[in-house]
């Protein structure tokens, strides 16, 4: 069965400082990954995925995921990390060809100023 | 284009009572996802659609159905609410025909839903 994990619930970084929020991933076949951002009391917006190619993602509001094939990751950075940020992050893989997705718990990340 | 829609943004019911959850999306996807978020479960499917006329269960379907009479809206409804139902919803699309598998989905803002 296709499935993600997200090992951590919480990740608390200072304003400036790299983030990295942590994705294993179990999958047969070739991995499709996802990233995506909930703020408070919002949908969850996309921020990037992972089908075939380049090793590193680029997605939107500068965070960019590192694809790892050996380790079977796929984690999400941001070099330089803003209060903004604070969000629940949820990796997901789809599970069949009908695109179902199977999500990750979800990471809480605190930016303290 | 709007995106995904959901109405209402709240409600509250009592148990026992029934009521009706509206998606709506302009996008012309084929796929349409109804999801549930609650604390400490993540996002768990309920129902889901793969085009205008099919519906199908995910997850947790129990005590939910769901139809799907147009291509842009898909519905989900309550017939006897009960507290264990108290949860915030999500509703989502997803472009199916072309490079289905890796496309992803779009979710509404969601309908933060009590029942008492």
């Known amino acids: 069965a296709q499935s993600v994990a997200q090992p951590e619930d919480q990740v608390n970084v200072a304003e400036g400082n790299p983030l990295t929020v942590k994705c294993t991933y179990s999958v047969s076949g070739n991995p499709y990954l996802f990233w995506y951002v909930q703020y408070p009391n919002r949908g969850l917006q996309f921020l990037l995925k992972y089908i075939t190619g380049d090793n590193l993602v680029k997605g939107s509001y500068g965070f960019e995921a590192e694809f790892n094939k050996s380790q079977t990751s796929f984690h999400l950075k941001k070099p330089s990390a803003l209060v903004s940020d604070s969000a629940l992050y949820f990796c997901a893989t789809p599970t069949d060809s009908w695109g179902k997705f199977q999500f990750g718990a979800g990471t809480q990340v605190v930016v303290t100023p | 284009n709007a995106g995904v829609t959901q109405t209402p943004k709240f409600r509250v019911l009592k148990t026992g009572q029934s009521m009706t959850l509206l998606c709506a999306q302009d996008?012309?996807?084929?796929?349409m996802y109804w999801y549930r978020q609650d604390p400490g479960m993540g996002l768990r499917l309920i129902h889901y659609?793969?085009?205008?006329?099919?519906?199908a269960k995910g997850e947790v379907p129990d005590g939910y159905n769901v139809s799907r009479l147009k291509k842009q809206n898909f519905l989900l409804g309550l017939e006897s609410a009960a507290p264990s139902q108290t949860s915030v919803y999500f509703c989502?699309?997803?472009?199916?025909?072309?490079?289905?598998?890796?496309?992803?989905?779009?979710f509404g803002p969601g309908t933060r839903l009590t029942v008492l």
């Open positions: 996008m012309n996807h084929e796929y």
């Open positions: 989502a699309s997803k472009a199916g025909l072309a490079g289905g598998l890796y496309n992803e989905q779009f």
């Open positions: 659609s793969v085009g205008e006329g099919t519906t």
